[in-house]
């Protein structure tokens, strides 16, 4: 099924997608961030483990380990972060990774591509584009040509990610449809020369499509992070074609440039360095970035900063609470030629000139037994009573707004059950979230801890039930029983 464009914002703090707020302030929200975790590390690393859902239990050995693990990283970003001005580190969802365990997740085969037989620059559709004539910032994702970003967890299977990235973008250009493909299609059924989640390459994988006559839609067939056997029936259901692919003339930033202006392009690039584990935002200039290629990710486009100037937006496969919402900024213009962690060693992308099949129905499951008798509605959730005269919907908390001899005279609704009711009268913060900052308009987890937290709800008015209503017991149920029965305007 067709999809727009989805952007992700999940971060440390306040922060927001790349360019909504400025690097400064960003960077200044993070430092605040690390030093409350520096101040206090045990009750930050708590609330670490909480936010990402990390399965660590208070007074284990996992729990010691993984503590001793985070505290190295914090210090290794509070060290790195003073001495770089360009891009910052955070604490991630990978903080609690060696760099041996962190490594073990990339999975680009750069033993198979010095073996493979690349086309080189035989041809290369965009050879006689004027570079002069080229935008100055071209960004993908506004165009509708990048799906959300994807995680693909502890299986080495960027390569599958960076395949289907770059055919979901140029399906996107010539249809004008976003389809997310699957990557476990790959990884299940692309296995004589790509090793699932042992490592791939994409050219590899261009070709298995090419081959299979499509792939199908992630949708149809989801994502498991594992090597699986092949599903036939998915696999023939092809939704998705292209025509062929090239590479992209090596080493050579400029020609890169030219096939990003047109389309997403899959890169292999050295991304085993603890600064790229743990990138937070910025442009990511690192000059210890190798030339070993272990990870395959897209270019979705390209702009510049007005202090570190010209940058590749690069899409990674790690999910979005990894660098900017899923996405590194890469310096470009390095004086390498491979460019910057080698982004232009091996970039190659699909190409697409025909119409996709007619869509295929729902793979065939199982027969259905007999149907269930039809289940009573469930009761509609009752309001919220303030008091005798007030109420608010149901999942909603009753705030007073002006208090007189212990007394309510006005209520308000806060949108959340349980919620606290902030004391400057407007606002209120979630029951897992309940310290009201005042002066940062933020909900905290406990006093002066930022880490974890979020901005607060605005407080909406109580519905009033008028003499009538309270004695025939109708009040703002009926109301809003009516409200839903109106047409959709």
Request: charged share 20%; proline share 8%.
């Amino acid at each position: 099924m067709a999809t727009r464009l989805l952007v992700a914002a999940l971060v440390i703090a306040a922060c927001g997608f790349a360019g909504a707020v400025s690097n400064d302030l960003l960077r200044q929200e993070h430092n605040q961030v690390l030093l409350e975790a520096q101040a206090n590390p045990l009750g930050a690393f708590n609330l670490w483990v909480k936010r990402h859902a990390k399965p660590y239990l208070p007074d284990t050995e996992e729990f010691r380990t993984r503590f001793a693990v985070w505290l190295d990283n914090l210090q290794y970003i509070l060290s790195y972060n003073a001495r770089t001005t360009s891009h910052w580190l955070h604490l991630n969802h990978l903080a609690d990774l060696t760099t041996e365990e962190y490594q073990s997740r990339l999975g680009f085969d750069n033993q198979a591509r010095l073996a493979s037989n690349r086309l080189k620059s035989s041809t290369f559709m965009y050879s006689d584009v004027d570079a002069d004539t080229l935008p100055p910032d071209v960004d993908w994702r506004k165009k509708g040509a990048v799906a959300e970003v994807k995680n693909q967890g502890q299986c080495g299977s960027c390569w599958a990610f960076s395949t289907t990235g770059s055919v979901e973008g140029i399906n996107a250009i010539v249809t004008g449809e976003l389809v997310a493909l699957s990557e476990q299609e790959l990884i299940d059924c692309d296995t004589s020369q790509d090793k699932g989640c042992s490592g791939g390459l994409m050219d590899y994988a261009y070709t298995w499509i090419i081959k299979n006559k499509g792939i199908d839609t992630e949708d149809d067939y989801p994502y498991t992070a594992l090597d699986g056997s092949c599903i036939s029936e998915k696999k023939n259901r092809r939704v998705v074609t292209i025509d062929s692919y090239e590479d992209v003339p090596e080493n050579d930033e400029v020609a890169l440039k030219k096939a990003v202006a047109h389309q997403p392009v899959a890169v292999a690039i050295e991304a085993d360095a603890k600064s790229f584990q743990l990138y937070g935002g910025g442009v990511y200039d690192d000059a210890t970035c190798g030339t070993s290629l272990n990870h395959g990710v897209l270019v979705v486009g390209y702009g510049r900063d007005p202090k570190a100037g010209t940058y590749w937006i690069v899409k990674n496969s790690w999910g979005p609470e990894w660098g900017d919402a899923g996405y590194i900024r890469l310096k470009m213009g390095v004086t390498d030629k491979e460019g910057l962690c080698g982004i232009a060693m091996a970039p190659s992308y699909p190409i697409k000139k025909n119409p996709n099949p007619p869509t295929p129905g729902p793979t065939p499951g199982p027969k259905p037994g007999p149907k269930p008798g039809p289940s009573p509605k469930p009761p509609k959730p009752e309001p919220v009573k303030c008091d005798s005269s007030n109420e608010c919907p149901a999942e909603n908390t009753c705030c007073c707004l002006q208090e007189i001899f212990n007394m309510c005279f006005q209520w308000g609704c806060c949108p959340m059950p349980k919620a606290t009711c902030c004391e400057d009268g407007e606002h209120c913060c979630p029951s897992d979230l309940p310290v009201c900052d005042t002066d940062a308009g933020r909900c905290l987890p406990s006093p002066g801890v930022m880490l974890g937290s979020k901005p607060w709800a605005t407080k909406t008015p109580a519905i009033h039930r008028s003499w009538s209503e309270r004695i025939f017991g109708r009040g703002c149920q009926r109301q809003r029983e009516q409200q839903e029965e109106l047409p959709a305007q």
